[in-house]
């Protein structure tokens, strides 16, 4: 505490990769529209985005590219509580709005009325649930989910469970011993998608264990690929990796072959990408670009479901045409993301930044006190 004291820049963040924030952007969206279409055509067979589900383990390795080079030589200077402090103030003020979000459409959906089948107490366990990531998968209608108001929160439940790993374990793992874990999490992998024949699962009560195989793998690969420089300088540019990056959502979706393709995918694919993106150069012209899209993503992802939700029970109860769902879905998609932009510039960012600063005032008024003694 001393040393952290002494040196209150440890609290600052590092610059970001620009390309892999416009990177972590694309597949927010891509998220988005996947969860619209999933709903619009059932059979992912016939979806034209049928794995943009994958999106959320290219999230995993990103993040464990982040985490690593956010970190590794200040995790020990900080100690536990502040990395936990800092991580809480970077991801759970929107758990909780997305939570809010979720609890509202819950409430005021105008195609389904669940309070009168759940109740004040059932309803307000579902809530608190939620906001302390607290998996409940208790709503059938709603494929028992781990989190029943929002449900892209169990992705945080397990990237809240990698953080806690790494700043107790794997920050002082040396690169060997990472690497033989990285092979275990890929072999555990392999054998969910065999199990499984795809590597969808860890959303729902039953395949949660599926969402411990996708997150460790893509977390400690995207360590390595930072701890170990494996960082492959090119003139590609933002365009062209983010086309290489779409291109994954893309890829036919077939029963017979996923729990080969998938795997490909996340352990070859998505590494190589991560590779790609920190090696290249962005070009001026994209720089707000790649800034705006790396800061709307992590909203967008959080505050997008609630909405989805009520667009299942429009489905459901009004059965629209593919005509009509055609500009229903862009337009969602449009206003979800104007709604993720002032959710962050209104609300996110004031109390990520007044938590911070009262973070940081603690820490003066820790150096005044040492002073003093």
Not at 38 to 48: G, R, V
Not at 92 to 112: A, Q, R, Y
Not at 175 to 181: E, G, K, R, S
């Amino acid at each position: 505490m001393t040393r952290l004291n002494n040196n209150p820049e440890l609290l600052q963040t590092k610059q970001h990769f620009q390309i892999l924030d416009g990177l972590r952007g694309i597949a927010a969206v891509a998220v988005v529209i996947f969860h619209f279409m999933e709903i619009a055509i059932t059979d992912y067979s016939q979806n034209f985005i049928g794995h943009g589900y994958l999106a959320v383990d290219f999230f995993f390795c990103l993040s464990g590219f982040v985490i690593a080079y956010a970190y590794d030589n200040r995790a020990e200077q900080l100690g536990f509580k502040q990395f936990f402090k800092l991580r809480l103030i970077r991801l759970h003020p929107l758990v909780i709005i997305g939570s809010v979000l979720g609890l509202l459409t819950f409430l005021f959906d105008p195609f389904s009325d669940f309070f009168s089948v759940y109740g004040l107490g059932k309803t307000a366990l579902i809530f608190l649930a939620s906001v302390f990531l607290i998996p409940y998968p208790s709503m059938p209608e709603r494929y028992l989910n781990l989190f029943c108001l929002n449900a892209p929160s169990w992705s945080l439940f397990w990237e809240y469970i990698a953080n806690i790993l790494y700043i107790f374990v794997l920050c002082r793992l040396k690169n060997n011993a990472l690497m033989v874990l990285t092979v275990l999490a890929a072999i555990v992998l392999c054998y969910v998608a065999s199990k499984s024949g795809n590597v969808a699962g860890g959303w729902g009560g039953p395949n949660f264990t599926d969402g411990g195989a996708r997150v460790f793998f893509s977390f400690l690969m995207g360590m390595l690929i930072y701890r170990c420089n494996w960082i492959i300088k090119n003139k590609l540019g933002f365009v062209s990796i983010g086309l290489m990056l779409v291109l994954s959502f893309l890829i036919p979706y077939s029963d017979r072959y996923n729990w080969v393709v998938e795997p490909v995918i996340v352990l070859l694919y998505f590494p190589l990408l991560v590779s790609l993106g920190a090696g290249a150069s962005l070009a001026d012209r994209f720089k707000k670009i790649c800034k705006f899209s790396g800061d709307i993503s992590y909203p967008l992802y959080m505050t997008h479901y609630p909405f989805v939700w009520v667009f299942l029970t429009y489905v459901a109860v009004v059965k629209p045409s593919m005509s009509l769902l055609s500009v229903v879905i862009p337009v969602s998609v449009v206003l979800l993301i104007v709604i993720a932009y002032l959710i962050m510039v209104y609300v996110d960012e004031p109390l990520r930044n007044y938590f911070k600063k009262r973070m940081v005032s603690a820490q003066s008024q820790n150096r005044i006190q040492q002073a003093e003694r």
